[in-house]
């Protein structure tokens, strides 16, 4: 950090605070991890520094040679580990593996003159008239998949993501009186809406999908099925998630994130069949400039670490945390969607303690537990104040917590809401007595002291 603070002692300071404030808090963010030293070591060199638009071997610059053996690498764990045809590992988060993965498939499924045309190679040669045919070819593409309230992701077709712009989409949710994804309805508003594209995958879903199942609805209406399993890529590395729970054996493409349970550098991935392999490798130029040469040379070392045994131990660890919490809570008398997990996230409906998803995500910051609010389905408090808390234990697995520890953390959770109301109407502010937010805050300082 002395190299930082001699140019700009604030930037410094910003990372010196943060690494305190991940040291002194229980991460119970179900997107975060903790990446190791390989992998941090790994991105933080002069492989920022050079430009290598292009694949391995077909570069549109020079020198690109150790490049070419990073990505190469990257690429070749990527389909070790995970069993794949073929991977992608050039995108520089999820967002852009989705938009990749969709224009794969677009490019591959549409009859499109004007894509035909341009070859996909370069959008920059599309005529005025390319693009409005273009527009109103792309205007009656279907896509299927989850709804946000029911832990879908926002790339999945909907409004604000350019996604729901390229998109007709409508969206599967789950059983209201079981929480879960029913796939008679899914199969009935398939063979309804004949998506070109059957998008499974979640961010705040707590259970697992059947993926055989997904394909059958897919094949059935003549859809291309595609996985994001950005979420829980760790626990299909990890081999938690086999037979009919593993995406890549089941899904034509499947895109990732590869800093969330996978535990790599941010970024993203789209592993995919050989028929759709050249379709993906023009992710760059189409929504990718320069690939992220320190990025790829991390992802290559999180994978090399992801096939070690040792990761299949954490994955099924996390797993068995994420039960450890949900029971503890369960326990304690809070409610959960879908009454458990299956996998590494809790959602707990803070509405019982009469409480919003923001002023719960708030106590809880206060006594030192980071989480994020998180709607739960049929949300009556909408996307911003929300009625639900999401928690994941990828983060505390890496520092070596267990099910006893998370039973602790459950315990704090609910001390926590339990002690903290809503002032007067507000779905913001709350009152939290501060004698239990600091015998919490010490608690979980403890919790974490035999872990740093
Ligand atoms: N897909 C899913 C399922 C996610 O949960 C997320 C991020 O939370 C993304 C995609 C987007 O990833 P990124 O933030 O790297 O763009």
Redesign the pocket.
Known sequence: LDVVRAVEPRIAAAIGSEIEDQRASLKLIA?ENYASPAVLLAMGNWLSDKYAEGTPGRRFYAGCRNVDTVESLAAEHARELFGAEHAYVQPH??????LVAFWAVLSQRVESPALRRAGVRNVNDLTEQDWAELRRELGNQRMLGMSLDAGG????GFRPNISGKMFDQRSYGTDPATGLVDYDEVRRIALEFKPLILVA???AYPRLVNFRRMREIADEVGATLMV????FAGLVAGKVLTGDFDPVAHAQIV?T?T??SLRGP???MVLCTSELAEHVDRGCPLVLGGPLSHVMAAKAVAFAEARRPEFQVYARQVVDNAHALAEGLLRRGARLVTGGTDNHLVLADVSSYGLTGRQAEAALLDSGIVTNRNAVPQDPNGAWYTSGVRLGTPALTTRGLGTAELDEAADLIHTVLSATSAAGSSKAQYVLDEAVRDAVAKRAVDLLAGHP
């Open positions: 997107s988060s999820g967002i852009d593996a989705n992701h926002l790339t999945h995958g979640y961010s994001d399993m950005a979420h895109t994130t800093h969330k941010r970024g993203g």
